[in-house]
């Protein structure tokens, strides 16, 4: 054949094991090896900004923060950076690693670590955040759906009559709750339900969800981005939290 002999350009030794995971987001790359040593590079050289030792996990999210961009990058909007990982594990707690904005001179090993009180009552197999609401949704092999704060406070229980087989939240472009974005989308036996945020939402305290988002359903009903919302939709539900609910609960209540 007349092709060439294939070139690589751009090949680094990132780890002394087999890099498993990574996960990309603007000029940050996460990477995680066969040892479970996380590491955060600037992508445009590689070099290594943070350096953490991760305990067992089954599955993973990027943690997602706000920050300003570089000067040099032309203009004052801010974009998203990769702020922590949240982890779910065998044991069934939610566990949350994550940094400050600042971009540390060398390889920084400083990162606060936190875990959830409440657990599934059997491992979790996947987990998902949703920014700017800053929640997490968590599916176990306990067929339960569990909605987390930023802080792993458990916010909603979702108990569902059959196996669970995946869970994602809902994205759109517009980041607009009238439009989906925050829905929460589960897979299990042949369906996939959709649990609106309106519906898992209801009764949150406003404080345990984002800032962009602590009333976003009333202002996104409305037609306008969560970015823009005013005051606390969270506060049509009662004073009093209720955890847990069965999906048919939540459809009878939808009906």
Sequence with gaps: RSAGPLRLHGRWRAHDYAVEVM???????LTIDAKRILKLW?????TCLRRLALGEFECHTLFLRQTPLPAEAGCTADALAISGLALGTASGAVQ?????PAEPQGPSEAAEFLQSQSTHGDAI???????????????GRDDAVKIWSRSLSLLREILFPQQLTCVVFRRTHDMMLAHGHGDILVGFSAHVEQVTYSCWSRGVP?????????????????????ASCGQGAAAQGTEEHQVSDSIDDI???LC
């Design 23 to 29: 996960e990309s987001v603007a000029d940050r790359l």
């Design 42 to 46: 600037r992508s445009t050289d590689m």
């Design 96 to 100: 949350l690693v994550h940094w400050g």
């Design 125 to 139: 197999f996947q987990i998902d955040f949703a920014w700017p609401l800053d929640v997490f949704v968590s599916a």
């Design 206 to 226: 406003p404080g345990m969800l984002g800032t962009h988002a602590a009333a976003a359903l009333g202002a996104a009903a409305a037609g306008a981005p969560i």
């Design 251 to 253: 459809l009878a209540e």
